[in-house]
């Protein structure tokens, strides 16, 4: 399922549709027999930088049902680990300028680059830090 994220095969709104059919079946009372499917997208969707992978963990996550027990304690800690990651794996460099010497930028401060761990393909965001 992750190569198939990275790859494109499978889209965000795939899964959300994927998810939206599997919940069809949820019944109170019953448990939920898309469990180990729903987890097993969990863990995938735990180091994939989209809207649709935080909204997924999260709400999955802050879910109190009996019956999806099992697939809420997976997103929890995918939730938890996703977080961890995205405030610990910050650094901030300084560039070097043309000439090979370290240049301040934007006005003497460094430029900070980010990478979102988990990807294959690493993603970078900038800004004054």
Known sequence: ??????????????????????????????????????AAIAVALEGRATDFADEFLHDLSRLELAEMSACIRVARECW???????????KSFRLAAGDGSLSSLAGG????????????????TYGAA
Not at 80 to 90: C, F, G, L, P, Y
Not at 119 to 124: G, L, N, V
């Open 1 to 38: 399922m992750k190569e198939g994220l990275r790859q494109e095969a499978i889209t965000d709104n795939t899964l959300r549709n994927f998810v939206s059919s599997l919940l069809q079946d949820l019944r109170r009372g019953e448990r939920f027999p898309h469990e180990l499917a729903v």
């Open 80 to 90: 938890k680990d996703r977080m961890q990651v995205t405030h610990t794996r910050s």
């Open 109 to 124: 401060s460094a430029i900070s680059l980010r990478t979102d761990v988990g990807q294959s393909e690493q993603r970078f």
